[in-house]
């Protein structure tokens, strides 16, 4: 019968708990914004305050918030049926703003503080 040493126990027990800690983790790596991305951010925010979509668009976007890891990867699949229609460039951006966690809580505040800036402007 083996008998365990205490230190190859222990670090083992350790070396499990940092891989369950890794793939468990609920926070990637913070990743900035680049000033391309946070111009199409205010791009999108602008054309969502202009067709006067603020609520519904905010509340899909906040109930959609814990997807936005699938949605970018079915943009990154149905990238060659929507390139008919749309920029690829700007479609390859979205689908990475969309694999940041931060990204939609991001845009849903642009949202909200355009929104809140044209109910101050006077109208048109």
């Given amino acids: 019968m083996a008998v365990f040493s205490s230190g190859l126990f222990s670090r083992r027990t350790q070396d499990l708990r940092a891989g369950l800690r890794h793939a468990f983790a609920l926070r990637a790596e913070h990743q900035a914004f680049t000033t391309e991305d946070l111009a199409l951010l205010e791009r999108i925010a602008e054309a969502i305050v202009a067709r006067r979509m603020t609520a519904p668009a905010t509340l899909f976007l ?63």
């Fill in 62 to 124: 906040e109930s959609m918030g814990p997807m936005n890891f699938l949605g970018s990867q079915a943009l990154h699949f149905l990238a060659p049926i929507v390139e008919c229609i749309f920029n690829s460039s700007e479609l390859a951006q979205v689908a990475r703003l969309l694999e940041q966690r931060d990204s939609l809580q991001r845009l849903t505040a642009l949202i909200e503080a355009k929104a809140a800036a044209s109910k101050g402007a006077p109208a048109r």
